[in-house]
């Protein structure tokens, strides 16, 4: 069964550093998406993706986070500039084009701001 | 604005006992909603949905939810719980008109052996 994978599993990073999550969605998906989960708290949505462009975004989503499909597979967040709030684990998600645009996840990655 | 609401942090039942995970929720627009559930370590792992059509949703490893328009709950259900059901169940609706999935807080279900 095809399933969304994410890399690394785990990343650790000063603070003031910039870091790159990558996923690869689900190959047939259209439609992507960032959520975060701070350790204890509700998984949160970050952005969602569409036809090379951001289709909504939440108020998390400010200017330090950006994404990119760099080619035809990889689904990138980047933080340019993190913080000790910024860690959280990351999940993206993709998902088809039916009516109910069913979300699939990955494993997520654990990043810890230091 | 769209919510989701999990009364209960955790949820104890014995195994072989039926459970309930509760989920109410707020959308203004037509509702899609769904069930997750995270394994320790693990990602969010879908279990099943409501988008239309009959109010009981069967999903993967014999859950079941029931969609009530009036009450706006979508309660998680099992007739029969498993020690291996023990983990952490996210009630998520999304509205019809927006990508994004709005996640409750979470309940952590422990199944006692």
């Known amino acids: 069964e095809p399933e969304v994978t994410q890399t690394p599993s785990h990343q650790v990073t000063q603070m003031g550093q910039e870091v790159i999550l990558r996923c690869v969605p689900i190959s047939n998906h259209l439609y992507f998406y960032w959520y975060r989960q701070i350790l204890g708290q509700k998984v949160e949505f970050l952005v969602s993706f569409y036809n090379n462009e951001i289709s909504e975004k939440s108020e998390i989503f400010d200017d330090q986070f950006s994404v990119e499909r760099p080619d035809g597979s990889n689904f990138t967040l980047k933080i340019r500039s993190t913080k000790l709030e910024d860690s959280a684990m990351y999940f993206c998600a993709s998902s088809g084009t039916g009516i109910t645009k069913e979300q699939y996840f990955g494993p997520g990655t654990r990043l810890t701001v230091t | ?113």
């Not at chain 2, 559930?37 to 069967?58: A, M």
């Not at chain 2, 709005?102 to 006692?112: S, V």
């Open chain 2, 1 to 113: 604005a769209q919510s989701v609401a999990q009364p209960e942090d955790q949820v104890n039942v014995a195994e072989g006992n039926p459970l309930t995970v509760k989920c109410t929720y707020s959308v203004s627009g037509n509702p899609y909603l769904f069930w997750y559930v995270q394994y320790p370590n693990r990602g969010l792992q879908f279990l099943l949905k409501y988008i239309t059509g009959d109010n009981l949703v069967k999903g993967s490893y014999g859950f079941e939810a029931e969609f009530n328009k009036s009450q706006t709950s979508f309660h998680l259900k099992k007739p029969s719980a498993l020690v291996s059901d023990s983990a952490l169940y996210f009630c998520a609706v999304r509205d019809g008109r927006d990508d994004k999935i709005i996640f409750g807080k979470g309940t952590r279900l422990h199944i006692l052996p």
